[in-house]
């Protein structure tokens, strides 16, 4: 019982720690990261118990994390409570920090951009789900986006959560008709206009001067895709002079360590870019926990391996003790096992 209550207070301390962005650098490092993305509240959630299972130390929660869909405000506190009660994410949330960020559903609705019109109280709803401190910085900008730092130095894991939903401008749409197969599917086309926005100039003001602390590994989590660019659904390269841009701020920082993590899709993958940061550049595409895909294959050049369709969750383990920390880059299936994953040296991670 002694052991029990330890452990709980620590995880507590732990959690609060993460929440208020104020970890110690002489913290034990991060080594089992786990997300996900999509998951229908109202709908059984069975994957919880195979994340738990895996003992993760933080979870990433990457958007439409409920479905909203309203512009009534109670409307989308109602149905955050409705996760909130599930007892599956209620053993998540006593066995490691959940922190955040959103997509279209959860912001309140689909595929919505800066014109939606209760923006501002969406993001204080989900701000106040997730427990962030009424002090963080979150709470007193437009948008949900933040940053967390975990682990000493020489093992330091930085996390960059990106708000695409808050200050994103409006999408180009084209004529389409859907195709067999991996066909020419999705009703956006590219939008070039120079002043068009994914996250805004302050955020990208802010992640500038983020890319340029110091930091072993940095996850960045983006509500829709960055990487993979097939398909003509919601992604960073429906607006392609914004996907560039991300990669010339990685570039310019110099900053070492990147790996994307994304949702969205119904479906998981790993894809792998090198756009001259001086490294190749991964992404994990974690999606659906609840909801998995009814449609068929995406195109995606950039894609290692095959798609993942049924229910999934995302796992990145980091092996410290090796001379060149391993890095294993994971899909894991509604029971815990692997059905997608990459491994790299973090050497391999650098400019």
Known sequence: MRRQLVFAISTTFFAMSILSGSLAADEAPLTRIAFGSCCK????????????????????????????????????????????????????????????????????????????????????????FFDVPTDSPRRSRPGVYGSYAF???????????????????????????????????????????????????????????????????????????????????????????????????IRDAKASGVVFISGDRHSAEISVYNPDVGYSLLEVTSSSLNEPAKWLSEPNKHRLGSMYYAENFGMITIDWTADDPILRCQVRNITGGVVLQHRMRLSELRP
């Open 151 to 249: 682990g000493p130095k020489g093992q330091r894991v930085q996390v960059l959560l990106l708000d695409v939903r808050y200050f994103r401008s409006a999408l180009v749409t084209r004529d389409w008709r859907p195709e067999p197969g991996e066909g020419d599917r999705g009703p956006y086309g590219r939008n070039l206009d120079p002043q068009a926005t994914m996250l805004g100039d302050a955020q990208w003001d802010w992640l500038a001067k983020k890319l340029r602390e110091p930091a072993d590994v940095r996850i960045i989590a983006s509500g829709t895709q960055i990487v993979a660019d097939g398909h003509h659904w919601e992604k960073w390269g429906n607006m392609p002079l914004e996907r560039q841009r991300l990669f010339e701020v």
């Open 41 to 128: 509240q109202d709908k059984p959630q069975p994957i919880w118990d195979a994340i738990v299972e895996t003992s993760p130390e933080v979870f990433l929660f990457l958007g439409d994390n409920i479905y909203g869909d309203s512009d009534d405000i109670e409307v989308l506190k109602a149905k955050w409570q409705q996760l909130g009660n599930n007892a599956g994410y209620q053993k998540l949330k006593a066995t490691c920090p959940i922190l955040a960020t959103w997509d279209d559903h959860d912001y309140g609705r689909d595929n919505a951009g800066e014109e939606y019109p209760i923006k501002a109280q969406s993001q204080q709803a989900m701000l106040d």
